[in-house]
């Protein structure tokens, strides 16, 4: 590893912990710089300003992202829309672990400040959940998706407390609970869609329907199941 290549590498990790510490518009390139033990002007020799900076952190989680939505699209010729979820969530996981301080930065206050490079990672989790969605899917099921995205995209800045592996082991577990036909192991029906609910999810289906607020069609589509099956629960 070079000098430079060295030096580029200490900003960016300098930077990260700061913009943690600090929030990213209260940290000055100049603590950056101190932390590293450069000059400011040394610094700007690396990285034109805190944005372009900011991109260097972010860019590298989307590509990965990105990889692992086209990994999971690709599933769906062999796998259907289970492999697809499935891949995407469990990879998408696996990449917010490896990017956790971040995604800590990103809850905290990247939102209210514009770039181009935020700009990709919403678009990149936006078609995301649209690909593990489906074309054909409803607005519920849609939903579900986009719940089970911020399931496993939430609790890991949120949770400092917690080990990467139990985070990773909890997190799929409750994206599971809300795209249960993507679980390893789920056992599928004709079309992919379970015959069968378990008494805990069959307990969430009349729950749900007695509340007056989901239809029939949104619980199936949320516990990844017929409209027959979940009537057939509901008579019970």
């Given at each position: 590893?070079?000098?430079?290549?060295?030096?580029?590498?200490?900003?960016?990790?300098?930077?990260?912990?700061?913009?943690?510490?600090?929030?990213?518009?209260?940290?000055?390139?100049?603590?950056?710089?101190?932390?590293?033990?450069?000059?400011?002007?040394?610094?700007?020799?690396?990285?034109?300003?805190?944005?372009?900076?900011?991109?260097?952190?972010?860019?590298?989680?989307?590509?990965?992202?990105?990889?692992?939505?086209?990994?999971?699209?690709?599933?769906?010729s062999?796998?259907?829309?289970?492999a697809?979820?499935?891949?995407?969530?469990?990879?998408?996981?696996?990449?917010?672990?490896?990017y956790?301080n971040?995604l800590?930065?990103?809850?905290?206050e990247?939102?209210?400040?514009?770039?181009?490079?935020?700009?990709?990672?919403?678009?990149?989790m936006?078609?995301?959940?649209e690909?593990?969605?489906?074309?054909?899917?409803?607005?519920?099921?849609?939903?579900?998706?986009?719940?089970?995205?911020?399931?496993?995209?939430?609790p890991?800045?949120?949770?400092?407390?917690?080990?990467n592996?139990?985070?990773?082991?909890?997190?799929?577990?409750?994206?599971?609970?809300?795209?249960?036909?993507?679980?390893?192991?789920?056992?599928?029906?004709?079309?992919?869609?379970?015959?069968?609910?378990?008494?805990?999810?069959?307990?969430?289906?009349?729950?749900?329907?007695?509340?007056?607020?989901?239809s029939?069609?949104?619980?199936a589509?949320?516990?990844?199941?017929?409209?027959?099956?979940?009537?057939?629960?509901?008579?019970?």
């Open positions: 590893m070079d000098q430079q290549t060295s030096t580029r590498e200490r900003i960016l990790h300098e930077a990260e912990r700061l913009f943690v510490e600090r929030g990213y518009h209260a940290t000055a390139l100049q603590e950056v710089a101190d932390r590293v033990g450069i000059t400011k002007a040394a610094l700007y020799y690396h990285f034109s300003s805190k944005v372009e900076l900011l991109g260097d952190l972010l860019d590298p989680m989307t590509a990965e992202l990105e990889q692992v939505l086209d990994d999971a699209a690709a599933q769906e062999s796998g259907g829309i289970g697809v979820r499935g891949t995407l969530i469990t990879g998408w996981l696996d990449v917010f672990l490896r956790r971040t800590v930065t990103l809850l905290k990247l939102p209210a400040t514009p770039s181009d490079s935020f700009n990709r990672l919403l678009r990149t936006e078609h995301g959940i690909v593990a969605a489906g074309a054909e899917a409803g607005v519920p099921e849609r939903i579900a998706v986009a719940q089970a995205v911020s399931a496993v995209t939430d890991v800045a949120l949770m400092p407390q917690l080990s592996d139990v985070l990773r082991d909890h997190l799929l577990a409750g994206a599971w609970r809300l795209l249960p036909e993507s679980a390893p192991g789920a056992r599928k029906g004709r079309g992919g869609r379970p015959r069968s609910l378990s008494e805990e999810d069959a307990d969430l289906a009349r729950t749900l329907y007695a509340s007056g607020e989901h029939v069609d949104s619980i589509a949320r516990l990844g199941v017929s409209r027959a099956t979940v009537y057939r629960h509901l008579k019970k």
